[in-house]
């Protein structure tokens, strides 16, 4: 058998397939390994470029492959897809893994650190509880509709809608209903001490973390979003330019173009969900002040709302702020309010 250059590896949670050609493009190795024999294969194999698509524990596997001495290349699997022929099945999609490592036109993700998906975790954690305090807030609110009591949105009317429940003088409300009430706010309490355990904990991260602190000094920015960025971008330089990264994260709008004829639409919601709504959120913040306070650095933005409304205006905002956020982070600069229009 020749040597084994180039090798597309699919993996799963428990049978990996492997898909191996020489230097002629020949298949040299074609096999399922189950998951405690893929480091020992590796092994057996010369430094050799392995292809794998970024999915669940994509991160990990090239990491233990990277340290046995082969060349791992991480792939977005919607650019895989297309060279997947006819039916889908692990060994298609392992060969389709190895036709698309080679194209000099593919686009590859960089490996990150055991750190950075540390921070990934907890932000994906701490968004989980957030979700559920929703979830549970908002079956409070509905099961006390029920029976008339209704209260403001926001934190101060779900507030009082707890108070309510702890009042046992309160007739409006059955035992039996009550009962069920009252475990809904246990679970509601809990989940808000846990999110302020994560909150520290993000705190505690940002204090420690140049970069973090660099980009927070970007008006919208603050610790969870500079954490965020840290943690989900590995290597800022694998973006050309901050359009790019924008068009990642899904800020940009779509094209839908021919024959030299521009078409623009919404924003393409493509790339990292989390990243996009922490950035419109953090545009709208700065909207919000700039409409009771005004802004002199940015009058493009005060025509703009003029013209638009706020939210699309957010879009605009946001866009701006990502293309900031990834020339600091890729060039290693402060944030510089605009001087020609700061006088």
């Not at 009591?149 to 046992?168: C, E, F, K, M, S």
Request: net charge positive.
């Amino acid at each position: 058998m020749k040597t084994v250059t180039i090798i597309g590896l699919d993996i799963a949670k428990s049978v990996f397939q492997v898909h191996g050609i020489d230097a002629d493009g020949k298949v040299v190795a074609r096999q399922q390994l189950k998951r405690g024999r893929v480091i020992a294969f590796f092994k057996k194999l010369p430094p050799c470029l392995v292809g794998i698509e970024a999915c669940t524990s994509s991160h990990h596997w090239a990491r233990e492959l990277q340290a046995l001495g082969h060349e791992v290349k991480l792939m977005p699997p919607a650019y895989v897809k297309p060279y997947v022929k006819r039916q889908k099945n692990d060994a298609a999609d392992a060969e389709a893994i190895c036709e698309a490592v080679q194209r000099p036109s593919m686009r590859f993700v960089p490996v990150k650190v055991p750190d950075q998906q540390a921070g990934m975790v907890l932000h994906r954690t701490r968004h989980l509880f957030v979700r559920q305090m929703t979830a549970v807030s908002n079956a409070i609110r509905a099961h006390l509709a029920e029976f008339g009591i209704v209260a403001p949105t926001g934190r101060n009317g779900i507030q009082q809608l707890v108070a309510i429940v702890n009042d046992a003088k309160d007739e409006r409300i059955p035992p039996l209903v009550r009962t069920c009430l009252f475990a809904l706010v246990i679970q509601l309490d809990a989940l808000n001490k846990q999110i302020s355990i994560l909150d520290r904990r993000l705190a505690g991260w940002h204090r420690t973390n140049e970069t973090c602190r660099r980009l927070d000094a970007i008006p919208g920015v603050g610790p969870a979003l500079a954490t965020a960025l840290v943690a989900s971008v590995a290597d800022p330089k694998a973006f050309r330019s901050g359009r790019d990264f924008s068009a990642w994260i899904g800020l940009v709008p779509k094209q839908n173009s021919s024959g030299g004829r521009e078409k623009l639409g919404n924003i393409t919601k493509a790339g990292d969900r989390y990243l996009r709504s922490l950035f419109c959120a953090g545009a709208l913040s700065v909207i919000r002040y700039a409409q009771k306070h005004g802004t002199k650095h940015r009058p493009w933005l005060t025509k703009l709302l003029e013209r638009r409304p706020t939210k699309v205006a957010a879009i605009a905002l946001a866009n701006k702020l990502a293309r900031m956020a990834w020339a600091m982070m890729a060039k290693g600069e402060r944030y510089k309010e605009p001087v020609a229009l700061a006088r």
